[in-house]
């Protein structure tokens, strides 16, 4: 019995080939905030002054200092692209000049943009109906971009941050375009600090700034988006990490952000074996799995078995889990390699009592043994079971 951990070769051609056109396009950096006035635009500004000092080719597209002094004055110096003109509702609005960045990029190879406010809507008639859209034709044309935008407008956050606040955000930006930035910098500020600067007008101008006190800015709304802002950040780090140890083949499970992993079975006592993991799981704040291993032998199942197997599969997934088949010639060193692969620290397997004959077989060690010799960093926990009926004697398969 063999733990292979070589990297897949079909899985190194897919990055490979992801690398090369990743390679082609601009880079991302987002400045990500738990609401306005946090900083974002700021630190996006002091950063590109520091660029720029360094040598790099940078241009504004758009900075939205809503009046504030101190963004006014972090911009100067940095040099602009002229916004365009666009007729709307008898007004002149100022919009980003999309084909003008473009062309400042051809003409400036390595050209870094800033473009403020990524959820922002473009006006009726811009090639693009949402800045994001803006931002992916830039990235696609070879041009680095950094903007900033807060936790309410990631699009799956959109109810949570509705009920929360009481506040619908009508403008979104999905998760993939976040996910995919080369480098998001959480921009935090501790609720009592933004209050404070709320109140001293350098949020909003003072009529605004009373209203967004008594709605969206008070107290218990800012430390729940800020909770949320640093949580969906830590995924997007996760998800990351877990992205490398594939890529590498890392051997061994860190345990920098724990989960548990249950194993599923067809028996009759893989409902209790869930419903304990996931009660585990709420208990400890933790995110679960739920993985079925489907060997040779148990393909071979009755009809009766494999329904009984969707059902659980289908509870797992009900109770919060995210559940995934392996097909694999052996139980044991397939739960091993899952839980490295997804870094899981905690496997959940279900143990019975061992009676008559099965006490004594010398053969088919329990599968928390066959663990625990492959792979002595993973923790088990094992769930009592009922012991299962006996038909008379031992079987080969035991």
Known sequence: MTDDTRPDPDALLRQVQADEAQARRGRLK????????????????????AARAGGTPLAVGVVEAHGRA???ALAQGL???????????????????????????????G?????????????????????WQDVEELLEAGLDVWTTVNVQHLESLNDIVSGITGVRVWETVPDSLFDAADEVVVVDLPPDELLARLKAGKVYVPHQAEHAAAHFFRKGNLLALRELALRRTADRVDE?????RRRSAVPVVWPNREALLACVDDSPEAEKLLRRCARLATQLDLPWHALHVETPASARRPEAQRRRLERSLKLAQDLGAEVATLPAAEL????????????????????????????????????AEQVAALAEDLDLLQVALPAPRDTGGPSPRG
């Open 30 to 49: 987002i400045f990500f905030g738990a609401s306005a006035g946090v900083g974002k635009t700021c630190a996006m500004l002091v950063a590109a002054q």
């Open 332 to 367: 044991a060193p397939a739960l091993v390699r899952y839980a490295r692969e997804h870094n899981l620290s905690r496997l959940v397997i279900g143990r019975r009592p061992r009676h008559g004959w099965r006490a004594w077989r010398p053969w088919g060690r329990p599968l």
């Open 111 to 131: 050209a870094l943009l800033l473009l403020d406010e990524l959820a922002h809507s473009n006006a009726p008639g811009s090639r693009h109906p949402k800045r």
């Open 70 to 72: 101190e963004t006014e």
């Open 240 to 244: 990351q990490m877990q992205d490398w």
């Open 79 to 109: 040099p602009r692209l002229p916004l365009r003109q666009v007729p709307h509702r008898g007004r002149m609005l100022a919009e980003f000049d999309l084909d003008g960045a473009l062309a400042f990029g051809r003409e400036h190879p």
